[in-house]
């Protein structure tokens, strides 16, 4: 009767578990970032609300890369500088401890997080394959990566977190994000939601999908990184990924959620982000 009684503190232990080794290398000693009263956001700003849902950032950070991917010098600079065909999840891990030390760790935390990003983006360099040269500290290209993670994130928290948000507060964090942008070197930053849906439909012309950009999204849907949570919150979380994705952005990829099945994958992400807060409380 007693074990009884713990039930649900053990499983929320359980959960926690699975989901700390999702996102932390803890067979290496890594352990969550911990807050601090010091981070470059105040505790209680719109970036903590946002940042803080684990489903929704899941969500968000799947259609953000399948967003990134589109563009052919951010894909190249993966495809020709990362072992990400090797180790997918932990080139997803480092992101998503970058994200979590500039939101809630100390600010030199922060501020030494992204002085590392910018040190690796000086050697990530090289030629597309028509030619063209880039670099990962042109800006333009810095603010596409910038826009389409603020704009994922903030829809998935919207859809699965607050519906209800106002306009303003989306503004709200757009000016916050773009801290963290500048800090990176992108120009130009968006401040609003309005200046993010601009800059997103001023990058569509040099979109595309080749041979590559499918590779990519085929290893970031197979759910590798994911696969601690199981095998049906992997599932849903690339499903509602793809459902998140802007309509031109999923046609480009090839991707659909039928019309049918939409509901179902919302109403099954909504519970398991539920069940995550619940577990993390």
Known sequence: MPDSLNLPERLKSSIRTRVVRVFNDVDRGQAPVPRSDHALFAPGSVVWRVHGDVGAM????????????????????VWDHSNFRRDMHGRLRRTARF???????????????????RRVHDHVSGTLPDGTPYTANDPALLAWVHVTET???????????????SL?????????MAQVGEAL???????????????????RSQLKVD????????????????????DAPRKLATQAAIDLL?????????????PLGKPLVRAGTFGVAQTLRWAFR
């Open 168 to 176: 303003a507060e989306q503004d709200r964090y757009f000016a916050q």
């Open 246 to 258: 802007p309509d031109w952005a999923r046609r480009m990829h090839g991707l659909s959620v039928s």
């Open 185 to 203: 070197g992108a120009h130009p930053l968006p401040r609003s939601r309005a200046e993010a849906r601009d800059l997103i439909a001023r990058m």
């Open 151 to 165: 704009s994922s994130f903030l829809d998935a928290w919207i859809r699965y977190g607050e519906p209800l948000m």
């Open 99 to 117: 994200i979590a030390e500039t939101t809630y760790a100390d600010r030199t935390q922060a501020e030494a997080a992204i002085a590392t990003v």
């Open 58 to 77: 899941m969500v968000g950070g799947i259609a953000s890369l399948l967003l990134q991917m589109l563009h052919p010098a951010v894909l190249a600079g």
């Open 211 to 230: 041979a590559r950009t499918r590779e990519v999204a085929r290893l970031i849907l197979s759910g590798n990184s994911t696969s601690a949570l199981g």
